[in-house]
């Protein structure tokens, strides 16, 4: 069982910056390939970021490359995302989750555990 706890979230104006983290309970966290997707109000949710147990490899959807930055800190278990250059449709609520598999996937059904999300706005 892993418990995740987003933090980090706020009000900012586009163009501007914002660091998301989240804290992961259990001692295998660094067994786990570790995502974030995000879900604007009326729209589906959407895979953003996902990062290897390792933290070497990452992947990131079209709309954010260039932008974010996933990472993670297998000694704190928590892994975050920087987010730059925001711009208005980045608004959304973020969560992370936690795949027990091996691949880097962008299917949010394949994993395991979730967060409650924490809620990025962006001003334009």
């Known amino acids: 069982q892993v418990q995740l706890v987003e933090s980090g979230g706020g009000l900012v104006q586009a163009g501007g910056s914002l660091r998301l983290s989240c804290a992961a309970s259990g001692r295998t966290f660094s067994r786990y390939v570790m995502g974030w997707f995000r879900q604007a109000p009326g729209k589906e949710r959407e895979f953003v970021s996902v990062v290897s147990w390792s933290g070497v490899s990452t992947y990131y959807a079209d709309s954010v490359k260039g932008r974010f930055i996933i990472s993670r800190d297998n000694v704190k278990n928590t892994v975050y995302l920087q987010m730059n250059s925001l711009k208005p449709e980045d608004t959304a609520v973020y969560y992370c989750?936690?795949?027990?598999?091996?691949?880097?996937?962008?299917?949010?059904?394949?994993?395991?555990?979730w967060g409650q999300g924490t809620q990025v706005t962006v001003s334009s």
């Open positions: 989750a936690a795949n027990r598999g091996v691949e880097l996937t962008t299917a949010a059904f394949v994993y395991d555990y």
